[in-house]
């Protein structure tokens, strides 16, 4: 096999441009060979697009048995993205999976074991830890040289969306086809980030408001604390209403300070870290030394086309992919977490009761309101990514 | 009168720094002919500093009682701050008192009964309100160009201490001797400045730690949220445990954003307001056009002795003073939400029981760890008052 025979599930905003990027020749070791869509003129524009070499499906399950396929990649609602991979890795399918990994962990647990008895690859597409800011903060944090962390604070409120985005889709932004909001739709990458580069909180405060911004039902506003096992503490603030919103992370640690904004990484280093320096100094107003500088990065952010190809890399020659599928449930926890506090009005502790929290969702989802179907539109998601380029 | 005849009560950090700044001819209008303090050797060194010329003693009421004095500067541990201004405003003699107002608003409000009861100027030290980016915030704010306030952050995080510090005085970070923490001493500026652009808020939510980064029983760690009236948001994390830290003071409007970091003011300004773009536009990815500049202040920001300037041309001539005592109360009803939002672990509405503050505070009080007393020692606070300037 030189080429992943790759099936495309969901030709809505996220299908469309992973397909036109590999059309464009940007994942030269990935051919899609078939699509699949409710839609059938989202499966014509497919079909033309491809110059009728994928062949076109309305089942997905269908897609997955016809034999044209080596491997998916789930674009579709996110409640269904546990249930279809499933599906695939039952069939020895490798599974590249759209982010969130699901609504609800429960689901994404039965995943995640469908992923362990599987020989195939399955992976989530975290496009942002292609980039090379977060990956040079994860590996500043992880090599140890600034100590252990103490406070991690992100706010992360340039997902601005107009209420027109929240029209474009039957689906958007209620309980029964979404599931949630800010946290389930734009935050993924950043909730995926920040457990990926500082750990898992134990403990999640999240003030969280309902069509704040917009006339939808679920949060687009929310302010959440956390704690870590450490004792670090960290705040996370984002919502799709601010224009033109901010992101700004920073990490405060024993020995220093990381602060990515505007598409730079910002380094300070201690001389000595504050705990010993404070143990010795005698000055009232001492403080410790410290010098600040532009983190130098390989400057690469391959960011979805990234993610595929080292997938292909993964199913082709067994190298590593960017995120395994197994570890989408960690952003997940931390947002569903979210939810609960709000839901509760209490600080939620990680793990939390998962069957508690899937009641109190289908709660919702039972009194979600119902959208009157129309055609869902297509954007252009091109510059959409919030990829943290200034 | 061409010259306010001013007592200084307290020749510690602070006194010593206000006496300093008078001497050196930064204040024309005030002659120092007085000062108090227990400590002997505060009043030498104040005696030779003025060449004799100010009369020394150790009774706060009677330097009041002497008739030397006009008005008094109140620059003493905090729980004594509206036991003095009542005996001084009592007696008619004007009152400049340092921050806090006091430790619980219960004190502070019979504080400023007799203010209002006395023909004499009563003004509050907060130096920072002079801050040429902070009036300016204010300024836009109030103007109402930007549309109302959405959301506030203020992560005030370079209010560094190291052990030293908190050894250097008795009194300090204990709850007998200074009612509380980084809030009560470092903050009392950042809680009058973030209420004073941007008006007091209804609900608090505090994660305060005791003692998490120094050897000390009150707070140095605190991230809270806050609801306003009209359902914007706002956190405040601060610490005195961060080296460097930071001071970025970010405020989200409907019609733009101000961000006051690095001694620079950065406003952004949306061609529409957000609500009315968002109503009209039919793109799902639309955003408002805005534009970002910095804003143009006066430069000046004349800071203490600004305070001081101001207070004695409201005693001569009724001009207008930097911050009003009255005022002092908005910024510890904050302190003191948060205390007790902690100590009760839940979110507090303002106005909240007072006498139940009082009784919470007094437990803690009773329980204070009681420092074997030492001479405190004086530092000179020339750069430490982080007034924003980077």
């Not at 789930?74 to 890795?89: D, G, Q, T």
């Not at 309902?210 to 302010?223: A, C, F, R, S």
């Amino acid at each position: 096999m030189d080429k992943v025979r790759m099936g495309i599930i969901g030709i809505g905003n996220m299908g469309s441009g992973h397909l036109s990027n590999i059309i464009a020749g940007k994942c030269p070791e990935i051919a899609v060979t078939a699509v699949c869509d409710i839609n059938p003129e989202r499966l014509s524009w497919a079909k033309e697009k491809t110059e009728g070499k994928a062949a076109c499906f309305t089942d997905a399950v269908k897609m997955m048995d016809s034999g044209l396929i080596d491997a998916c990649l789930i674009a579709v609602p996110h409640y269904s993205h546990p249930k279809l991979a499933i599906e695939a890795l039952g069939r020895g399918i490798h599974v590249m999976c759209e982010k969130p990994a699901g609504v609800y962990t429960k689901a994404v647990r039965e995943m995640n074991e469908a992923a362990k008895k599987s020989n195939a690859k399955f992976g989530m597409m975290f496009n942002q830890r292609t980039d090379c800011i977060y990956r040079k903060m994860r590996e500043i944090v992880q090599s140890g040289k600034l100590g252990k962390i103490r406070r991690t604070n992100w706010i992360i409120t340039n997902w601005y969306r107009p209420q027109a985005y929240y029209d474009s889709g039957a689906w958007r932004a209620t309980w029964s086809g979404e599931g949630g909001g800010v946290l389930l739709n734009q935050c993924p990458h950043n909730l995926d980030l920040w457990q990926w580069i500082c750990g898992m909180p134990k403990t999640v405060t999240a003030h969280l408001y309902y069509g704040k911004w917009h006339d939808i039902e679920v949060e687009d506003d929310v302010t959440a604390f956390v704690e870590y096992e450490n004792g670090a503490t960290g705040s996370f603030i984002t919502t799709t209403g601010d224009a033109p919103g901010t992101n700004r992370f920073e990490i405060t640690l024993d020995g220093g300070k990381l602060l990515a904004e505007n598409g730079k990484l910002l380094v300070t280093e201690l001389d000595e870290p504050e705990p010993e320096f404070s143990k010795k100094n005698s000055i009232p107003f001492g403080m410790p030394s410290c010098k600040t500088y532009e983190a130098q990065t390989d400057g690469l952010s391959e960011q979805h086309v990234g993610v595929l190809n080292r997938f292909a890399a993964s199913i082709l020659r067994g190298e590593q992919m960017v995120a395994g599928g197994e570890e989408g449930i960690n952003g997940l926890l931390i947002s569903n977490a979210m939810h609960l506090s709000s839901w509760l009005g209490k600080t939620v502790e990680i793990p939390f009761d998962e069957d508690l929290f899937y009641a109190e969702l289908m709660k919702r989802v039972a009194n979600s309101r119902r959208k009157e179907f129309f055609e869902g539109s297509v954007a252009d998601l091109t510059n959409t990514y919030n990829t943290g380029k200034p």
